[in-house]
């Protein structure tokens, strides 16, 4: 799989019910898809583990899963070895989501068997040295997110635009490639303008997407915005 | 869901690459819900989370989960709540598998949920005094699988016989109701036989079926002899 | 060790800092040694595994760990073996409490060994299904303690009486040995009596006693409030 | 507490019985004192919890801790925050040993928060990769120990000498003024100089020395070995 072009948005289900799962699940994915080929954006979504395939049946936009435990296929019972993504149809994983940590180890060895299977991952980080430290390990993307702010609607491009551009330098100091996404309360398409305009590729989102009263108007805004804020700034 | 009515035949599909996925997982869940078919045995399966949607439409014999995590639905990235599990067709779930140990008040909160959503709950344990503990919390089936025989092929039912039959009168004496299952190194229609000989209601298996050459005739072997037993000793 | 007799008060010494360590844990030590002796309740402490050694040294009261890793000794880094409690002199440890929860399997493999060992268990539980179930484990000693009073100052044996009686009717109907104690919400000797007319030997006690302006006052008071409860109700 | 200065010997006591705990542990304690006085080595002990109080106050060289729990001080039952470490006389902790491995986020605040607490902090990784990123996070030291090598007796300076150049090229690229230990397998003052000779400015040991016959004579060796390799090599 190919990294993802900026700008970028990727929609993180979680998991509320019933907005995460069957039905809602489903036209969540299409209307993403829907505001992919209308703007051109790239629009990845990352439903639960047991949403995976039939989304990525369903849909042609990149399907994520929200994690991937870090062990090997085999005698492993309830667990989700990256085997088991790409069995799935999914194209890459976020790794290390605020709300399901990881060890560092972990996070290095999920990384590098990641790209040897060909699947994309986008590790997250709380801080701007811990996003540098993740950016190390070569992953296709990082994104920072204060955990204070996840879920709230204020948007750390705006409550701390210093974590977001400290992120920016410390991250590209240690390497040059990576893309960097802003998460973390992202909630509308000014949002999303001004995490493009602190020098990101795109943003995390997800309960102010998921729990839209019409996720595709609140995804077609961003994604219109994100473009507005690429084309002059990125 | 109705309980399972021994005897029973819980097929574990681990996370085998690629046995546990895709094409095989799909031949896998048809040769057992054949086996159901043609013997009458109650034929389950639990295959990893990313599988259960598609299985669970493809057969009508009950689909478990390998696990599922404690925690409610709403915003959790990467864990799986039962309602997942429930929007995905699962019918109950595996909870405390010797290679997924939960903590102790995870179990009794996962096996009154799972009740209050009517999914069916089969609880490992690794001992007679942990089996006769979680039965306490009034689970559906328990399984006692001493993990030292786990995907060794040697028999709990040969090597450590006392090991069930003090489990089934540890666990009778707590919880009259609960269905009795025997786990660990189950390879063979006579195993399971001795099983049920042993005072329990069926198996939990694994790696016996989901790597044998031919998973279909491994399974009617189990049910075949499940069933000779059942009319024995039942 | 043998079992502690009632009327019992365990003080969880937590890691308030710095009530907890040091100084503090001496003269809080003291205190709790002081009770025991002027009143001949059962007093003991659980301070930090840091502070074990030096007071189990100070005091002639039994001195228990908060918690053990249910781990053999050997090569273990930043693990606490039983063995390693055994050696700095406590007598017993704090199992499966509401902040340090473990696995169903790891409180009966701790249980047993500490038994082994010569070393007293006091474990905790949130419900009274947990405690009828890790009572089956066989401890010295149970504690119920609903997590959502832990800390709050709101006893539960005033807020939720019947947890406290529901715990000793399904502990006692599965063990009927084993010691009782009523944990979560105890600040005063009036909730300490309350807690053993309700049918329980003993409270688990740490903020109201920890952190009290006059920790010795305190205790006096739950141990003669124990102590008049156990001569009427014990 | 100011770094210490090279060639610096580390001895991880772990928790073997009864090696590491009482009577053991203060003859070892003694032993590793003598040889950092006779040689002028920087010589650090890190006993197991209960025993640092007692070790800290016995011998006047460093005192680290095996671990420390990411925690604030508070309502924790059975962790163990700096502050328990500091106040137990320990000068410093061992961070993500590979026997106890910790997440991302949680070794760069526990970094962070040692640095503020004066406490040093030597933080363990099992690759080159891993090793650079937690150098990122800024602690006193690092130690590189692949876990295939650990307790075997092969030291890594000789079985895998390109992990340790590749950890030192690649920690000094991303952080200049790290100390670099080289840790696994360790076991002779020999291999003490080839870790030196290959860039890094002590060891990290633990059974070679703890199980020896005799410790002081092992330490003495290594001390003296790695005495001469800094003068030719450091």
Redesign the interface.
């Known amino acids: 799989m190919d990294r993802l072009s900026p700008p970028i948005l990727v929609v ?1 289900f ?5 907005y ?3 039905r809602h699940a489903y036209e969540l994915a299409r209307s993403a898809e829907r505001v992919a080929r209308e703007t051109g954006v790239s629009v990845a979504i990352a439903p ?7 989304l990525a049946e369903a849909v042609e936009i990149p399907v994520f ?3 991937a435990d870090p ?1 090997e ?9 990256l ?3 790409r ?2 149809g999914a194209v890459g994983t ?1 790794v ?13 060895w999920l990384v590098g068997r990641a790209r040897r299977l060909s699947l994309l991952t986008l590790v997250c ?3 701007p ?2 996003a ?3 950016a ?3 992953p296709d993307m990082v994104a920072v997110e204060p955990p204070e702010l ?2 709230t609607g204020i948007p750390v491009s705006k409550a701390k635009p210093q974590v977001v551009t400290s992120t920016v330098d410390l991250v590209r100091k ?1 390497n040059p490639q990576v893309t960097i996404l802003t998460g973390a309360g992202i909630s509308s398409g000014e949002d999303v303008a001004a995490a493009i305009k602190l020098g990101t590729q795109g943003v995390l989102v ?2 102010a997407i998921v729990k839209a009263a019409d996720p595709y108007a609140k995804m077609l805004d961003m994604a219109t915005q994100a473009l507005k804020a690429w084309e002059k700034y990125g």
């Open positions: 993180n979680k998991a509320y019910h019933p995460s799962f069957g639960p583990f047991t949403e995976i395939a039939r899963s929200q994690h062990v296929p085999g005698a492993r019972t309830g667990y989700v070895p085997e088991a993504l069995e799935a976020i290390n989501h605020s709300e399901h940590r990881l060890k560092a180890s972990d996070i290095a980080a709380d801080t040295v811990v540098a430290a993740v190390l390990m070569d996840i879920g240690h997800a309960s």
